[in-house]
């Protein structure tokens, strides 16, 4: 080697950081080729007694110089912490799992027991992952607390090898009583998609010790993320949850809604341009109101969300004692709809938590409002055992409508009953309504909350059948008051589906897949009139009907009498205190 460039090697580790037992060489540019050029490095890492931290970190270090490091790692067996991100630039990919192999296998000759690996920032690939896959697997990892792989272009099958690696970790560290218990995992930008974040799931859920998990940029979908959330529910003591910039839409907002109802320690919670959309804000908002006792921020921006869905999150939002920012930018709320929201955070002092709305999409146009989801456009609205649709996963014998539009518990004790009921619902009638008498209470056993489609259907078909005839309204009345006091009596989170659900119905949502909306009549609008102002009808639930009924839409064409009795019964029942 040439004497200047000794001489600027000499320069540059002299600028060493050497201190509570770490070594760091910390954005120094140090390009080191073999084992010449590290032989300070080595010497530094020898000498030092007692280190715990190695940070190699703003350099690039080749195979020969690597393979020098390790062999003065062999004897630290304190050694802790490995600071290795953003360690291969200009590298070729194929140098890089040699590097790593030689650097993992001299911690494990070591006996050292890790806390803290960070290797992010290099692009090794799936061959990368394998290269650390032995390290991963072995005692040095037992003890490990935090694990940061962040842009290392892992891809599917990197994903797939690391999930397994964490999985036979736990397992071996569990048979010696001393499970991993790995507390923060990040590993954004590495195009894990399904399948990969999938395989991860399984070994979250497996450890469930997570604080952190930050996993943006992946590419992953509903599917991917409706396991993540099963994963996530199985980590009680989860702190942030960073799923930027990945497709959750409906099925995965209202997955990862559900596992954010069993948490109480969140505190950021960050599904911004997650496509979330306004029924997944008002599932999230539902939790909001129930749960997340501590929660401090949240970003759903560039999610799609409309002013009403947006003013319902705010609403939620303002309950939360510790809340400190909810970013509700880059969505479609327009300029009226961003006003609206500054002055709802203001009338509630909360217009300082508000993150600004300059980058807002502006109100959707009457063409989006009719766009079928890609990703959902296969949804059958009748479909009645949906993975997530049901709002009620975690039951699994509250699912309903399995033969005959009944569930075996509900089926009534005489068969004739039951036709009677499936009759009226095939073609409903005042008349036949009228004439069920107590067979009605069968009629109530087909709706519930965790079917929200088939329970705003027949809701729907019923309060249509309102009429000013005194006969027809009482019965058609004490109908629907049965229905709706049983459908709002589960959570927050089952009655928010099924209102939304109603919403879509009805109109005045925009719902994903493909959902056949009725065509309103003043009845069914008369009857709600009727409905929120009862006992059973709470008011924050009358605020989200509130919300999207202030927005004048074509739907209320032919019963705009109707909606305004409808809109005055809502601003009363939203002033009311309790």
């Known amino acids: 080697m040439a004497s200047d460039d000794i001489a600027q090697l000499a320069d540059a580790f ?24 590290v032989e300070e490095l080595v010497r530094e890492i020898e000498q030092y007694q007692g280190l715990t931290a190695l940070c190699l970190e703003g350099n690039t270090v080749g195979v020969e110089a690597a393979r020098a490091i390790a062999k003065a790692l062999e ?18 990919r194929s140098e890089i799992p040699t590097a790593l192999k030689s650097m993992g296998s001299a911690l494990i000759s070591a006996g050292t027991r890790l806390t803290e690996l960070d290797l992010s920032d290099n692009a090794f690939g799936p061959d990368g992952v394998k290269a650390i ?12 607390k935090e694990l940061r792989l962040n842009n290392c272009g892992m891809g599917i099958g990197g994903g797939k090898i690391l999930a397994e690696a964490l999985t036979e970790c736990h397992k071996q560290s569990s048979a010696l009583r001393a499970p991993l218990r790995l507390r923060v995992f990040i590993a954004g930008r590495n195009r894990l998609e399904n399948e990969g974040a999938s395989a991860l799931a399984k070994a979250f859920q497996r450890m469930g010790s997570l604080e952190e998990v ?13 396991a ?47 496509l979330v959309r306004s029924e997944g804000a008002i599932a999230l908002a539902a939790v909001l109101r129930e749960g997340l006792p501590i929660l401090k921020e949240l970003n759903l921006s560039f999610g799609e969300i409309t002013e009403a869905a947006a003013l319902v999150v705010a609403q939620a939002v303002a309950e939360k004692p510790h809340m400190e920012k909810v970013d509700l930018n880059g969505n479609c709320l327009g300029e009226e709809g961003c006003e609206a929201l500054r002055e709802a955070m203001q009338n509630m002092d909360k217009g300082d938590m508000l993150a600004s709305l300059s980058d807002d999409e502006g109100e959707p146009d009457d063409e989006d409002e009719e766009d079928d989801d890609d990703d959902d456009a296969t949804d059958d609205c009748n479909a009645d055992n949906e993975d997530i649709d ?26 004739q009953s039951l036709t009677e009921v499936m009759s009226f619902i095939s073609c409903p009638s005042a ?48 109908t629907t008051d049965a229905m709706l006091k049983k459908l709002l009596s589960g959570t927050t989170l089952q009655s928010y589906c099924f209102l939304s659900t109603l919403l879509v119905k009805m109109g005045l949502l925009k719902g994903e897949g493909k959902m056949k909306k009725v065509s309103l009549v003043p009845g069914q609008l008369l009857c709600l009139e009727h409905s929120v102002q009862q006992d059973y009808f709470p008011q924050h639930h009358a605020s989200l009907l509130r919300a999207f009924l202030s927005k004048n839409r074509e739907a209320f064409r032919s ?19 309790h």
Not at 565 to 572: N, T
Request: charged share 25%; with cysteine.
């Open 214 to 226: 930050h996993m943006p940029q992946n590419g992953i979908n509903y599917t991917g993320v409706m």
């Open 559 to 577: 019963c705009s009498n109707a909606r305004e009795r409808l809109s005055s019964a809502l601003e009363k029942r939203c002033q009311d205190q």
């Open 390 to 415: 049901d709002c009620n996963a975690d039951n699994e014998d509250s699912e309903i409508v399995k033969e005959n539009g009944v569930t075996k518990e509900d089926s009534p004790a005489k068969p």
């Open 14 to 37: 002299s600028k060493t950081h050497v201190g509570d037992g770490e070594l760091s060489y910390k954005g120094l540019g140090l390009k080191l080729d073999n084992a010449e050029s």
């Open 228 to 274: 993540l959330a099963s994963a996530m529910r199985h980590n009680p003591e989860l702190r942030v949850l960073n799923f930027n910039d990945n497709t959750f839409t409906k099925r995965g907002t209202l997955a990862m809604a559900q596992a954010l109802a069993h948490l109480r320690n969140v505190q950021v919670i960050n599904f911004g341009d997650c």
């Open 431 to 478: 008349e036949k309504l009228t004439q069920l008498g107590e067979m009605r209470t069968n009629l109530q056993q087909q709706v519930d909350a965790a079917d929200p489609h088939r329970a705003a259907d027949i809701l729907l078909k019923i309060t249509a059948l309102y009429s000013e005839k005194l006969e027809t309204k009482t019965v058609v009345l004490e």
């Open 133 to 144: 896959e032995q390290l991963l697997k072995s005692p040095t990892c037992h003890s490990l």
């Open 75 to 92: 004897s630290k067996d304190l050694l802790q912490r490995c600071y290795w991100s953003d360690m291969f630039t200009g590298r070729l």
